[in-house]
């Protein structure tokens, strides 16, 4: 069993940045691959960003490009995601996911370990 827990959310005006932690426990995180989802209200939940065990390999939503990135840190069993340019559409609740599959994270299955999420809301 691997926890995760979400934090670093918050209000942010367009234009700024935020940084949101995922912290695990609980199993080797290192093996695990990572993932970061996002729902917005009366949606549903979509993929955002993604890093293999290593951090050698990263995939992003289209929507994101070039404005968000996904990072871990091994030794503190933590992964990231760095959101700057954020526009209000980026409004939702920020989910960590994580699997021993790369491909199982990006696809947002249920046997995913799933973090509670954390709020992000930018105004415009």
């Known amino acids: 069993q691997v926890r995760v827990v979400e934090s670093g959310g918050g209000l942010v005006q367009a234009g700024g940045s935020l940084r949101l932690s995922c912290a695990a426990s609980?199993?080797?995180?290192?093996?695990?691959?990572m993932g970061w989802f996002r729902q917005a209200p009366g949606k549903e939940r979509e993929f955002v960003a993604a890093i293999s065990r290593t951090g050698g390999r990263t995939d992003y939503a289209d929507s994101v490009k070039g404005r968000f990135t996904i990072s871990r840190d091994n030794a503190k069993d933590t992964v990231y995601l760095q959101m700057n340019s954020l526009k209000p559409e980026d409004t939702a609740v920020y989910y960590c996911?994580?699997?021993?599959?790369?491909?199982?994270?990006?696809?947002?299955?249920?046997?995913?370990?799933w973090g509670q999420g954390t709020q992000v809301t930018v105004s415009s």
């Open positions: 609980g199993r080797t995180f290192r093996n695990y691959a």
């Open positions: 996911a994580g699997s021993i599959y790369y491909d199982t994270v990006i696809a947002g299955s249920p046997d995913n370990y």
